[in-house]
């Protein structure tokens, strides 16, 4: 069974920084691609970021381009999400998702299949 437990997230100023983690299970980390969404209140579900456990290929959303860094450590099974320079507007519960690298078309919520519980994410102006 996927599992995916989220951390880090918190209340920070805006142009701080939080380092958000996602702990995996389940799964042989190398066939999956793990990604970064976030959801604000009244907002639908977007990608922010994800990576491919395989050859640790990146993507990143335009919004964040610059600013955030997505990392993984396969030893420990865990995705990071460094987070720069955060701006009100970056608010919202961030959810780590999981899935197979050939099942995944596009970056999009609908094509993954595991979720994390979520983490608040608030950035104060």
């Known amino acids: 069974e996927v599992q995916l437990v989220e951390s880090g997230g918190g209340l920070v100023q805006a142009g701080g920084s939080l380092r958000l983690s996602c702990a995996a299970s389940g799964f042989t980390f190398d066939d999956y691609a793990i990604g970064w969404f976030r959801q604000a209140p009244g907002k639908e579900r977007e990608g922010v970021s994800c990576i491919s456990g395989g050859d640790g290929s990146r993507y990143y959303a335009d919004s964040v381009k610059g600013r955030f860094t997505i990392s993984s450590d396969k030893a420990k099974n865990t995705v990071y999400l460094q987070m720069n320079s955060l701006k009100p507007e970056d608010t919202a519960v961030y959810y780590c998702?999981?899935?197979?690298?050939?099942?995944?078309?596009?970056?999009?919520?609908?094509?993954?299949?595991?979720w994390g519980q979520g983490t608040q994410v608030t950035v104060s102006s």
């Open positions: 998702a999981a899935e197979a690298l050939l099942e995944v078309t596009t970056f999009s919520p609908s094509s993954f299949g595991s």
